[in-house]
RNA sequence: GGGCGCGUAGCUCAGUGGUAGAGCACUGUGUUCACACCGCAGGGGUCGUAGGUUCAAUCCCUACCGCGCCCACCA
């Protein structure tokens, strides 16, 4: 949590709950009682994933399948009748010592004259029955396998369709997985750990001429996620919730849309796992947890109770009674944080319209775990789903691209960042990195980027300060007149229309970077440069109060839509940039009404942007030192671009250091500039290399030429003017003339160089 | 064995059936009074490979190659 505060997650902090609490505790307790009730949660003897380092079941999702290098060691049990043997084959011959059975296929002809007799096993001299099960395969090995019911969760099916009781099924190991004495072990193995024994046994069958052969093989072979050792299936008594039944409605959930998944991708995921789920082991031989709320009465009865009295009610009063020292697994309470952290069963939480939730945001690697228990609990109990999207992140990796983790050691340590960069730049970073079904390889430049983002905008907001601007908080834009106070407002509703977009679909990185580019690339890099002499008073001789007025707004508006990525230095500069009657936090959401709007004054100062730009690449290439003014003199210009020049001329002399001069141009060296029809002639006699303005004007003549061919090309082709959409086709004929005007211009402007 | 995802500029990543984008890095340049954690200009990609569909494919389909993840009882 303190990471969470200082990145400045605005969680309800005074709400702050621990699944430990006490009232949540009862929520844990009610419902182990009710889902037993239910007949949902019941105690059964049967194969477990047993952690011998931590002494506890486990649940099968905790435990992680690797591929190791092992050995596969082929036995021959004798046959009883002393007619020959049996070959089978295992990747864990310790095993063997608890074998109750040799299974063949049914339809083995190989072996059906076998079916029925017994086998000798060797060391324990036991006799087993040679049994027909499906799950043989003829095709593998021999075809014939052995049965050890209680550690192997297929042969414990194969046992049980035996007719052996899991009771009766032999347990050859202790809790810490070593040797115990079951049918016939010999002393000398007794004690054993595991894997000694497995050493112990194969030399043993070696002795006893029953070891064919080994070979060594890759064996997927079970670990605990936590303990990292070896996982033994194991007979024991355990808790256990019937996930198929909660699964039913979970799965209906999303498929129905109830429940929205972000991205769709995981659907399929979950479907997968909830139709193929297993009873759910929720009973943990821990110390630490929700003690099981469950008592046993002197013959082993189960008594599921709230509490001791209410178990006493069931067993009889005079009937000693033992708590159940098992606790429970974790995510057993974690499924019911979306009510149980609300005060139920005591409180509604949907009569307090707090249940379901709206979205829900979780790292995919708990989907499982978490998420999809949080639907199966929450329908079961609340009736409803418990939040209408899941939203399925990609998970932050270390610089090699490995998942972090506590066990593992390589987590970034996201404080370091912030003392580095900031909370707003981390923050920013994640947000921007955050495209759907990714993960996201931490790149501390990336960090650093955004720092300097921050940094870029509190500039910004000093210069607004220093020039007046700031602390307009109406939802309505200032009214304005200029073109360029047009053009940035408009440019900001289109901002604030794109931003909505994005986070509606759940596009973080489309949002930022939305955001981004507008309040550097459009806000900072062009109005701000554009408003600078009116706003300091060097324009008009005074200073404009509406272009004030409406970079205040802007400014106040960009503070408002930055403040979920950049929550720190947006309210700091919101509360220094004028008096506020409340903090930014709560201010309203910038409406994005786009009525009323000058599409003209827009396309002036786009056209304008254009202008600028294209000189300045001019005098860049040309190399003419950045400081030189220069008289452009005009050509074919027509009455409207007078007249934009003309309401721009400050600003063009400012920006690209040009003079319009309406003198026709005189004749020598100069560099043409090519906007739309007119063509902007800057004398430079002895200044400029002609052959270098020659090249400059052949490369965006061949460029334009180049494009031109292209749409003359497409439009020759009869098949695109027939199929293609008409829309298709009027743009490309559109493009064709404008690139086609624009390649004769710079032709002619090199002409006109001679 | 089943499922999913990825392979686009040097790096990290967006993206679209109709002439390829961002950030960083790189090159040139800059003492213009918000900002060098900056400005201006620029170079750089046969969009993994091979087929197919289409007037048109980086984008759709198929196969293959490489990488990653999840699930799974082949003894």
């Known amino acids: 949590t303190r990471q969470l505060r200082r990145l400045g997650a605005s969680c309800d902090w005074a709400n702050e709950r621990f699944t430990m609490d006490e009232g949540f505790s009862k929520a844990v307790v009610h419902v182990f009682v009710e889902l037993h009730r239910r007949g949902l949660l019941y105690r059964d003897k049967r194969l477990v994933n047993w952690d011998p380092h931590f002494r506890t079941a486990i649940s099968d999702l905790e435990v992680e399948t690797r591929e190791v290098q092992g050995k596969f060691w082929h036995l021959a049990y004798p046959l009883a009748d002393g007619s020959g043997t049996i070959s089978v084959a295992t990747t864990r011959p310790e095993t063997m010592l608890a074998d109750m059975a040799v299974a063949v296929n049914p339809a083995d002809e190989r072996y059906a004259h076998l079916v029925g007799t017994m086998v000798r096993l060797p060391i324990t001299g036991r006799l087993i029955p040679i049994v027909a099960d499906e799950h043989a395969d003829p095709e593998l090995g021999s075809g014939a396998v052995k049965i050890t019911p209680g550690h192997d969760f297929n042969d414990f099916e194969v046992g049980r369709r035996a007719g052996i009781a899991p009771a009766d099924m032999l347990n050859m190991l202790d809790a810490e997985a070593r040797i115990v004495q079951c049918g016939g072990v010999p002393d000398a193995l007794i004690g054993l750990d595991r894997f000694e024994a497995r050493k112990a046994v194969v030399a043993l069958l070696e002795a006893e001429g029953a070891l064919e052969k080994i070979e060594d093989r890759l064996i997927q072979t079970p670990y605990g996620d936590r303990s990292g050792v070896v996982i033994e299936p194991w007979l024991t008594d355990q808790w256990y919730v019937d996930a198929k039944t909660l699964a039913g409605p979970a799965l209906d959930a999303v498929r129905s849309g109830a429940i929205r998944v972000v991205p769709e991708t995981w659907k399929k995921t979950y479907y997968n796992w909830l139709e193929d789920i297993q009873p759910w082991c929720v009973s943990r031989q821990l110390w630490w947890g929700h003690q099981i709320p469950a008592w046993y009465g002197p013959d082993g009865t189960a008594y599921v109770a709230a509490t001791e009295a209410e178990a006493h009610a069931q067993a009889g009063v005079e009937v000693a009674l033992t708590r159940d020292p098992d606790v429970l697994d974790t995510w057993f309470s974690s499924a019911l944080w979306p009510f149980a952290t609300m005060g139920w069963p005591e409180a509604d939480p949907k009569a307090m319209g707090r249940y379901p939730n709206d979205v829900l945001i979780s790292g995919f690697d708990i989907l499982f775990f978490w998420d999809a228990r949080m639907v199966m609990q929450g329908l079961e ?44 730049a981390l923050r920013f970073t994640l947000a921007a990195m955050e495209s759907q079904g990714r993960d996201i390889k931490l790149d501390e430049k990336r960090v650093e980027g955004y720092r300097n983002f921050a940094t870029k905008l509190w500039n910004a907001a000093r210069f607004a300060q220093s020039n007046g601007i700031g602390g307009s908080t109406t939802q309505e834009p200032p009214s304005a007149t200029l073109p360029v106070n047009k053009w940035i407002v408009a440019e900001t509703i289109r901002t604030v229309q794109a931003l909505d977009l994005a986070l509606a679909d759940l596009r973080f990185d489309e949002a930022a970077n939305t955001v981004y580019q507008f309040v550097w690339s459009r806000f900072c890099d062009w109005y701000l440069e554009l408003i600078k002499p009116a706003v300091s008073g060097v324009e008009r ?122 003198a026709p141009a005189p004749t020598g060296g100069a560099a043409q500039v090519v906007v739309d029809e007119a063509t902007y002639v800057l004398p430079l006699e002895g200044v400029i290399d002609l052959a270098a303005e020659r090249a400059r004007l052949a490369r965006a003549a061949e460029g334009a030429e180049k494009e031109r061919d292209a749409l003359a090309k497409r439009l020759g082709n009869p098949g695109f003017v027939e199929k293609a959409k008409p829309e298709a086709v009027d743009k490309a004929r559109a493009d064709l003339a404008e690139r086609s005007a624009e390649a004769d211009r710079f032709r002619i402007a090199l002409k006109r160089l001679g």
């Open 381 to 424: 109990f609340m009736g409803d789903v418990p939040f209408r999207t899941l939203y399925l992140h990609g998970l932050v990796r270390d610089a090699t691209g490995a998942k972090m983790s506590k066990s593992k050691g390589n987590t970034v340590d996201p404080l370091g960042l912030i003392d580095r960069f900031g909370a707003d």
């Open 541 to 662: 001789g005074a200073v404009d109060a509406e272009t004030q007025a409406v970079a205040g707004w802007v400014l106040d508006r960009i503070l408002v839509l930055l403040h979920p990525f950049m929550p720190f230095i947006t309210e700091e500069l919101w509360h220094a940039l004028a008096p506020r009657e409340h903090d930014l936090i709560v201010a309203a959401w910038p409406m994005a009404d786009a009525r009323g709007l000058d599409p003209a004054a827009q396309a002036e100062i786009d056209w304008l942007i254009r202008l600028i730009g294209d000189v300045r690449a001019a005098r860049a290439e040309l190399n003419v030192p950045p400081g030189a003014r220069l008289a452009a003199h005009l050509r074919d210009a027509d009455v409207e671009t007078v007249a934009r020049l003309e309401r721009n001329r400050a600003a063009i002399e400012r920006m690209a250091r040009i003079a319009i001069d309406p």
